[in-house]
């Protein structure tokens, strides 16, 4: 009796098991379709879906059903809420993905990644970056993921190093030496897999990185193809040894559009978001700022005041929301702000009259540096009465910066 | 009658004059012989003087006159006000005082400032800088000044420029373009006649200079020599065309301990202080700090992260004290933060395409360079209704940026 009431317990949750795995795959489906009718933030569609859920909302957007005057509302204030006045509300929205109809072929698309060794993530899977939640209504309703099956790393591990396609030979050097020694330490360099640095932070980042996933790259058309195709062998390796992520699916063409979303995920998913090198209008600017928007912070490598191609950085820095950053250890710093990761201390350069009191300091100058001198001399150069001078001789004498020799003192070699 | 109380009027009035000016005389020497007996700073001393006032300050430190309990009490009394435990009380500063009574001849001194062409200034001149003030009870007691007499600029007219002696050519070329185009723009600019940055600046300021004084020189040791030798030739060209001023009087050598204290003055005569290039620990950062102290500006200059003697710069910058600054339009507008000198607009560099809706850019990113694409076509592509597709055809054609071809479209060369 007992065994068959447990026997029917087991059965129930192996029930609920498949049918939330229904649910998922369902889920995953529509999300898989939605996102080839939509544009990636577009507005009136993931209020759609949050509203109804994807099931629902892919159920709309392909008119099998008809959304109904309460949700047109409720679409109509969320919009207005989250001050989306850019777009238009659904039945705007519906002409809009009207042309897209005819395309939509979702499991093919998931069986194209499957087949490049990929798969589709959407929020609810253990495998969705938690950080994305941040980005509230904007958080994509998918990402196409190319590479190895693993667990991306959390935000506080993630460090985006992104800047100019034209880089300088500088903006190269010092990103290469920031992704290296940051893979290093363990964290993940996140980029866009563009020419410049993107290209150098990922590289070196392979070179260097010690963590599972050494560096993602997300990129502003589908996986399916690497853009550009000159960085084709580099986006490859980012895929085999890491992450090539994308919100579109796969055929989808990286759009200048689609590059602007496209940075708002680079900076979502990294605790810090360091530009090396952008001119004063870039589009690295454009993630710094999703990045500020997020409460992310935000590192500037300093350059020329004679190179453009750090105008941008100094922008950011005289904005005053960009941290002057010039090595890997002040980027981990901004990582973790609770001083878990304390820069390399620079106590070498410290000078040993540091610590002197003003009068020492002053009896220190008058010493003189080859002959010596007596504490009547000293009194009368230094300004100090003699009693002050042979109580200072004391004490610089016992870090080594005064010597006596023949009744008189000079400098020590300390 | 009236005649002759007017005349008495007059008279009385010209005996006050007299004795006024008899009066500023006494305490203008009592302040040049201060200035021997003291070292800058001398917390006692300067409690001294503003409790008792100069005359009666070095009657006092000259053994004249005694303190009494009630001066000491005070004296004691401000010190621990102003936090300056390293010093200790007025009898210890009488015994640091004695061994240099033999030496003081302050009329000989104001004699020396007068064949030099110069001449000695107290607090209460009209010739006294006001920004001074700012340093509270820090206020050096005098200035001995080499140079043609006229009024020295006010702080919203005076910018320090300081930095490394070893300056790279980096340094020195930022440094030149800086001074020219801040002295072209009627600014003062400040520095301390050192070797590297401070003389690149005093050079370009004397080059580019349009205010009658194109720039100030302030010494740690007297201006009667020019320290160092190599920059004679620029220190007495400043004399003639600016000022060469000095806290210590003629004769007295430049300390260690008179360099720090020299840079207070070049941070409290101007607005804005900027650093061009410093090393990790240099006496550039020590002028910063002054500056940050008395609420003054602070900018930095970028340069590479490589570059050592751009390592304070930044480490200026980290600690959010200092404000990145690329130009002379940029360290203007720090010393005028209410917007009267704003940078130079770079509207060149905006883009046409600033302006234009999300959907509007979407579709600006669908129309094909060379080829044309009918409505349709670009709805599909787009993921835009029709409707919207043909509204934003219009508004794109209206900026330039789409044309019309045979029935179709194509991106126009806006």
Chains 1, 2 share one sequence.
Not at 97 to 111: F, T, V
Not at 208 to 232: C, E, H, K, L, Q
Not at 262 to 287: D, H, K, Q, Y
Request: charged share 20%.
């Amino acid at each position: 009796m007992t065994n068959l009431k447990e026997q029917n317990v087991q059965n129930e949750l192996a029930d609920l098991r498949v049918e939330k795995e229904l649910d998922m795959d369902t889920e995953r489906l529509a999300r898989a379709a939605l996102s080839r009718l939509m544009e990636p933030q577009d507005a009136a569609g993931l209020a759609l879906v949050q509203l109804a859920g994807a099931t629902d909302a892919l159920r709309i957007a392909t008119g099998q059903v008809a959304a109904g005057p309460e949700l047109e509302r409720g679409i109509t204030g969320l919009l207005a809420d989250s001050g989306s006045a850019g777009w238009a509300g659904l039945a705007a929205a519906l002409k809009r993905w009207q042309p897209r109809l005819p395309d939509l072929a979702p499991e093919r698309d998931l069986a194209t990644m499957a087949r490049l060794g990929g798969r589709l993530i959407i929020p609810g899977d253990e495998l969705w970056p938690a950080q994305l939640a941040d980005l509230g209504i904007q958080e994509p309703i998918c990402l196409w993921w190319r590479g190895q099956e693993q667990q991306l790393p959390g935000a506080d591990k993630s460090i985006a190093l992104v800047g100019s396609r034209d880089s300088t030979s500088y903006g190269a050097a010092v990103t290469g030496d920031l992704a290296y020694a940051l893979g290093q330490r363990g964290f993940t360099v996140v980029s866009g897999g563009a020419y410049g640095i993107d290209a150098h932070a990922h590289r070196a980042a392979l070179a260097g990185g010690s963590s599972a996933v050494p560096t993602i790259a997300v990129m502003a058309g589908g996986v399916d193809r690497f853009y550009p195709s000159g960085n084709d062998d580099l986006l490859r390796a980012v895929a085999n040894q890491g992450a090539v992520l994308a919100e579109v699916p796969p055929g989808s063409a990286p759009t200048r559009y689609r590059f602007l979303q496209r940075n708002r995920l680079i900076a979502a998913l990294s605790s810090v978001t360091v530009v090396v090198e952008a001119r004063w209008r870039s589009g690295a600017l454009n993630t710094a700022h999703h990045a500020e928007t997020l409460g992310r912070a935000v590192g500037a490598v300093p350059g020329s005041v004679h190179s453009a191609n750090s105008a941008g950085c100094h922008r950011l820095l005289r904005d005053g929301g960009a941290v002057c950053v010039t090595d890997a250890a002040e980027v981990a710093e901004l990582a973790s702000p609770s001083g878990t990761a304390l820069p390399d201390q620079r106590t070498a350069e410290a000078a040993v009259q540091d610590g002197l009191t003003l009068e020492d300091l002053i009896l220190l100058d008058a010493l003189p540096l080859r002959s010596t001198a007596s504490v009547e001399k000293l009194s009368a150069v230094a300004g100090l009465g003699q009693d002050s001078v042979r109580a200072g001789l004391g004490r610089l004498g016992l870090l080594g910066l005064a010597v006596s020799e023949r009744g008189g003192w000079k400098r020590g070699k300390a």
